[in-house]
């Protein structure tokens, strides 16, 4: 496989990846925008909130990494021996 072709092969598999972490980063600046228009509250309440997101935010990570890691081990195994076979 030429250069060419390999890097737009992995620019098609980044494309989604970029769209998620731009998505994970547009909910942490709605959020912040909408703790900061909420003046009432005390600074403590709304470091409270963001950190709630990040929290959330890293366990989506966690879950994430976790499910591939099974894949990994499930799917790999199945895939060699296929491709063995018909080639």
């Known amino acids: 496989m030429q250069l060419k072709q390999h890097l737009i092969n992995t620019t098609r598999l980044a494309i ?3 769209i998620s ?9 709605v959020d912040t925008i909408f703790l900061g ?3 009432a509250i005390s600074t403590t309440t709304q470091a409270a909130g963001v950190l709630a997101n990040q929290m959330l ?3 989506n990570g966690i879950l994430a990494m ?14 060699t021996m296929a491709f063995i076979m018909y080639h």
């Open 37 to 39: 228009k909420l003046g």
């Open 16 to 18: 989604p990846l970029i």
């Open 57 to 59: 935010i890293l366990l």
């Open 66 to 79: 976790e499910l591939k890691i099974i894949q990994l081990i499930l799917f790999t195994p199945l895939i």
């Open 21 to 29: 972490q731009i998505g994970h980063i547009f909910t942490g600046v």
